[in-house]
């Protein structure tokens, strides 16, 4: 029996590589990641999914309340809140009494009216637990409010534990690594919500001009780019502990986030278009599907990378975005969007409103709506302004019941005058 030489089976490695890659084949750690997550946790309890099935039951019949309150019209901010949070627990730990307490917490507040207030520390998303959760709240909170030029303000004191370069980073390590096996916490939603808001916070000062000691921007940069980012796809997303390793697992919604707010000044987008590419069949966190199916929020998150990717993509790339726009689109319009303009439910949503909101800013994102966005086509869309006409009828008789800000008001901004 011969044995290769190191060298020459290196070779041969890499070589196989590069073919799986040139056959958009997804990272292996990205294939169905949301399989080899369900089975850590069920290392972690061995009841896990007979424990979280009898759960996520309760909350879908929840769920379906909440949205047919907001139907009629009741404003629940803090419904939604909880129905949101009680949603990121389902598929984030395996502590079934604290997802119970947050469904008894849904259930109570059932068809009532409620609204957000801001706590002493100047956060809001009063009714959420989680502060990653009550920093986006805040985020959209303060953009809903903030002046078109705002005077510059001193740095919130709401960010203090993250208001030094050694804090920051010593609170996104906690989150940034996930060892599911031994503790049953994923903190990969944690670090998604958290970047999000930390990159227009302190590296781009949003939204009300904060003024941010550049070591502290400088230092949050350096980290996403040099060790919080998958080198080898171009994506962000969370590492897992399995055993003696670490997988990457690459996060669609981390990366649309962090490109997004970063405005596509971000290395390897060519890499990061084929990593994306080669996932289009794989479900969330990795991949485009929820449950195997598309999803507006999905499909909104990847029209976005393909638009900062498109200036550096090469023409098979560009051929493949258009045909996978194509195929959302379609779906958009004859599966998800409903005669009376609504989209249709997804409990992943948390809201019609949100719901309503997803679908809109993917017909906006790839110019359906508005033609100065169409980067990937020449062609018009004449069934659009029908289309607008049923989406902003569905607003006007629903606004009343919106729970989370000023997601209705930016949809009709969107959809551009009534004709």
Same mark, same amino acid.
């Given at each position: 029996?011969?044995?290769?030489?190191?060298?020459?089976?290196?070779?041969?490695?890499?070589?196989?590589?590069?073919?799986?890659?040139?056959?958009?084949?997804?990272?292996?750690?990205?294939?169905q990641?949301?399989?080899?997550?369900?089975?850590?946790?069920?290392?972690?309890?061995?009841?896990?999914?007979?424990?979280?099935?009898?759960?996520? *039951?309760?909350?879908?019949?929840?769920? *379906?309340?909440?949205? *047919?309150?907001?139907?009629?019209?009741?404003?629940?901010?803090?419904?939604?809140?909880?129905?949101?949070?009680?949603?990121?627990?389902?598929?984030?730990?395996?502590?079934?009494a604290?997802?119970?307490?947050?469904?008894?917490d849904?259930? *109570?507040?059932?068809?009532?009216?409620?609204?957000?207030?801001?706590?002493?520390?100047?956060?809001?998303?009063?009714?959420?637990?989680?502060?990653?959760?009550?920093?986006?709240?805040?985020?959209?909170?303060?953009?809903?409010?903030?002046?078109?030029?705002?005077?510059?303000?001193?740095?919130?004191?709401?960010?203090?534990?993250?208001?030094?370069?050694?804090?920051?980073?010593?609170y996104?390590?906690?989150?940034?690594?996930?060892d599911?096996?031994?503790?049953?916490?994923?903190?990969?939603?944690?670090?998604?919500?958290?970047?999000?808001?930390?990159?227009?916070?302190?590296?781009?000062?949003?939204?009300?001009?904060?003024?941010?000691?550049?070591?502290?921007?400088?230092?949050?940069?350096?980290?996403?780019?040099?060790?919080?980012?998958?080198?080898?796809?171009?994506?962000?997303?969370?590492?897992?502990?399995?055993?003696?390793?670490?997988?990457f697992?690459?996060?669609?919604?981390?990366?649309?986030?962090?490109?997004?707010?970063?405005?596509?000044?971000?290395?390897?987008?060519?890499?990061?278009?084929?990593t994306?590419l080669?996932?289009?069949?794989?479900?969330?966190?990795?991949?485009?599907?929820?449950?195997?199916?598309?999803?507006?929020?999905?499909?909104?998150?990847?029209?976005?990378?393909?638009?900062?990717?498109?200036?550096?993509?090469?023409?098979?790339?560009?051929?493949?975005?258009?045909?996978?726009?194509?195929?959302?689109?379609?779906?958009?319009?004859?599966?998800?969007?409903?005669?009376?303009?609504?989209?249709?439910?997804?409990?992943?949503?948390?809201?019609l409103?949100?719901?309503?909101?997803?679908?809109v800013?993917?017909l906006?994102?790839?110019?359906?709506?508005?033609?100065?966005?169409?980067?990937?086509?020449?062609?018009?869309?004449?069934?659009?302004?029908?289309?607008?006409?049923?989406?902003?009828?569905?607003i006007?008789?629903?606004?009343?019941g919106?729970?989370?800000?000023?997601?209705?008001?930016?949809?009709?901004?969107?959809?551009?005058?009534?004709?």
């Open positions: 029996m011969h044995l290769l030489n190191p060298i020459k089976l290196t070779s041969i490695i890499l070589l196989l590589i590069g073919s799986a890659w040139a056959a958009n084949l997804p990272p292996e750690p990205d294939v990641a949301d399989v080899a997550l369900r089975r850590d946790f069920a290392i972690f309890n061995p009841h896990y999914e007979q424990d979280r099935a009898l759960r996520e *039951a309760r909350l879908r019949t929840l769920s *379906a309340s909440m949205y *047919a309150d907001e139907a009629k019209g009741i404003k629940n901010v803090c419904g939604h809140q909880v129905l949101e949070e009680a949603g990121a627990l389902m598929i984030t730990r395996a502590d079934f604290l997802v119970d307490r947050r469904l008894r849904l259930a *109570a507040l059932l068809s009532h009216s409620s609204s957000d207030v801001e706590n002493a520390q100047g956060m809001w998303g009063n009714c959420y637990e989680g502060w990653a959760l009550k920093l986006n709240a805040t985020f959209d909170h303060l953009e809903d409010s903030a002046a078109n030029e705002p005077a510059p303000h001193p740095f919130p004191a709401f960010l203090a534990r993250v208001s030094t370069p050694q804090k920051v980073i010593s996104l390590d906690t989150v940034a690594v996930s599911v096996r031994h503790t049953g916490i994923d903190h990969g939603r944690e670090f998604n919500d958290a970047t999000s808001v930390l990159v227009r916070m302190i590296i781009r000062g949003e939204p009300e001009n904060y003024v941010v000691p550049p070591e502290l921007r400088a230092a949050l940069l350096d980290n996403l780019m040099r060790r919080y980012r998958n080198r080898v796809t171009g994506f962000w997303g969370e590492r897992y502990v399995r055993g003696e390793k670490e997988d697992v690459d996060d669609l919604s981390t990366t649309f986030h962090i490109v997004s707010y970063l405005k596509g000044q971000v290395p390897d987008m060519p890499l990061l278009i084929q994306l080669s996932l289009k069949d794989q479900n969330y966190p990795s991949g485009w599907l929820w449950n195997g199916a598309l999803w507006n929020h999905n499909n909104m998150d990847v029209v976005t990378l393909f638009e900062y990717g498109w200036s550096t993509a090469d023409r098979a790339q560009r051929d493949a975005m258009r045909t996978e726009i194509e195929r959302m689109l379609h779906w958009c319009l004859t599966d998800s969007l409903q005669a009376d303009g609504s989209f249709r439910s997804n409990i992943a949503d948390s809201s409103e949100q719901g309503e909101y997803y679908g800013s993917f906006e994102r790839i110019g359906f709506l508005n033609s100065r966005r169409r980067f990937w086509t020449d062609r018009n869309f004449p069934e659009a302004d029908e289309v607008k006409a049923r989406i902003r009828h569905f006007e008789a629903h606004k009343s919106d729970a989370l800000g000023d997601r209705y008001k930016s949809v009709l901004t969107a959809l551009g005058p009534s004709s």
